[in-house]
């Protein structure tokens, strides 16, 4: 069982910059791919970004390619989402996600392929 625990989001003005973070649980986080999806209000989720199990390999959504950075630290159990140059599109609950295939060697963008979930967080960009 992995739990996962969002935190850092809330208000920021477009164009400014919000650094979400996601704790997990468990002895074995640094075997998971680890990926930040969002969902927007009568939207459906879609995915931001993903990170592989060692931090080497990255992968983003067209939509927040160049402005978003994914990274992890293992030995803190934790993986980031720093988000800059922010729109107001980009308003929407941010949900980390765990694909707990160990040492998988291939990214998923899907959220089917994602075992283990948090409760998400909230970001919301004004215009």
């Known amino acids: 069982q992995v739990q996962l625990v969002e935190s850092g989001g809330g208000q920021v003005q477009a164009g400014g910059s919000l650094r979400v973070s996601c704790a997990a649980s468990?002895?074995?986080?640094?075997?998971?791919?680890m990926g930040w999806f969002r969902q927007a209000p009568g939207k459906e989720r879609e995915f931001v970004a993903a990170i592989n199990w060692s931090g080497s390999r990255t992968y983003y959504a067209d939509s927040v390619k160049g402005r978003f950075t994914i990274s992890r630290d293992n030995a803190k159990n934790t993986v980031y989402l720093q988000m800059n140059s922010v729109k107001p599109e980009d308003t929407a609950v941010y949900y980390c996600a765990a694909d707990v295939r160990y040492y998988s060697i291939t990214i998923m963008t899907s959220d089917s392929e994602y075992d283990y979930w948090g409760q998400g967080t909230q970001v919301t960009v004004s215009s």
């Open positions: 468990g002895r074995t986080f640094s075997s998971y791919t």
